[in-house]
């Protein structure tokens, strides 16, 4: 049997292996074979007999738990198995704590630490009580907003509409013991910088990565946040087209709106509020970018979170006064509402990306980008074709054979009859003498 996230090798015992058995105790248990090569081939230990008395008595005396350990032997060869179980309460190693993830031990700290000893307790970051936080200090402007858009959605009854500030808090389960949550500041509080660092967002209008036309903050609490974020979106930063339906005014967003509050609500829900980082939102001529510190849940990529997935929100408790006002109408849905929002407005599906403890939703208006267009199959020198075109809006044989040295008139025809059966293209004129135009080409599934 290889290692696996619950089995480790080890050919001979040493005394830092005890941070192994405290990151299979901290985690989901495991098991670490003494006498046993990388590979899973047993190798021995001379001195089983001394080891037999010497791990139990380390792992009680500088753990606190106990484990398992039994002798084995296979070929006449003596290995040593220690049977760790999970613990649901913290274990440390002389004041250290270390967690099996993978096949990978760790060890916790900062962040990551509080993290874990609130998981073991039972609570999340934003279910912390706050000291020295009145219900008079909150915003009486954001109970009256979050009763309403309740209301208005039928996740909150019409007879809640005369319900006091703490009864709302109590019904959202934001106090303990008479103290008011991380939550409730976050959600209510005019200014919850005072007691969260970075709880904020920056919007910045970009002309290049480097060059930065426009910028604005927008503090307050998260509904006044997502408010004038989604606001300052769609009036300053993107523009709307015009229609009429009849004597309705209609106004076409360049990016579904829904998608993009969607995405502004994920990011304010699944932020990690440890690190003092506000939400960046960087918005360009051809796309808008989403960031905002935080991970997956353990063991989850991309994919699973792009695939049909449970909701493990990382501050659940602010999602769920998002589900009661209406601004979610689902658990588990956002990332495929936003992908479907997306393909019916015919621009390309969100990239979503997640390395470390960036995480970024990027929204783009067409597929004129080398990723997008790559989509289709094209070599490189379509690609600089259909980018040359985005910018001067029309490109000959001439002009291609110009942008792409080296290759030949026949190559160039070639090249652009394959732009135009795949519909990026349209020509206009007879073929020799002809220009070549963007046929205006939306979504690419």
Known sequence: MPESHNIEYKSSWHEEYLDWICGFANAQGGKIYIGKDDKGKVVGVADYKNLMEKIPNKIKNQLGITAEVNLLQEDGKHYIEIVVTPYSVPISLRGRYFFRSGS???????AALNEFLLKRIGKKWDSVPVPNVQVEDLKSETFTFFKEKGIKSGRIDENSRNDTFMQVLENLKLTDKNMLSRAAV???????????SGAYIKIGFFRTDSDLLFQDEIHGNLFEQIEKTMDLLLTKYTKALISYEGLTRVETYEYP????????LNAVAHKDYTGPYPIQI???????????YGRLPENWTVEDLLDKHSSQPRNPDIATAFFRSGYVESWGRGMDKMKNLCIEAKIPVPQ??????DFWTVFRKDIYNKEELS??????????AVLYVRVNEKITNLQYLEINEGITDRTALRDLDILV????FQRIGEKKAAYYELANVGYVG
């Not at 960087?282 to 905002?292: G, T």
């Not at 979503?352 to 403890?357: A, D, F, Y």
Request: proline residues 4%.
């Open 375 to 384: 989509k289709f199959g094209l070599n490189d020198r379509q690609i600089k």
């Open 186 to 196: 976050m959600l209510f509080h005019p200014d919850p910088e005072k007691f969260v």
């Open 352 to 357: 979503i990306s997640c390395k470390g403890n």
């Open 104 to 110: 990978v031990k760790q060890e916790l700290t900062g």
């Open 421 to 424: 059966e795949k519909g990026i």
């Open 257 to 264: 709106k829904d998608a993009l509050r969607e995405a502004l």
């Open 282 to 292: 960087s918005v360009y001529a051809d796309k808008i970018m989403i960031w905002n």
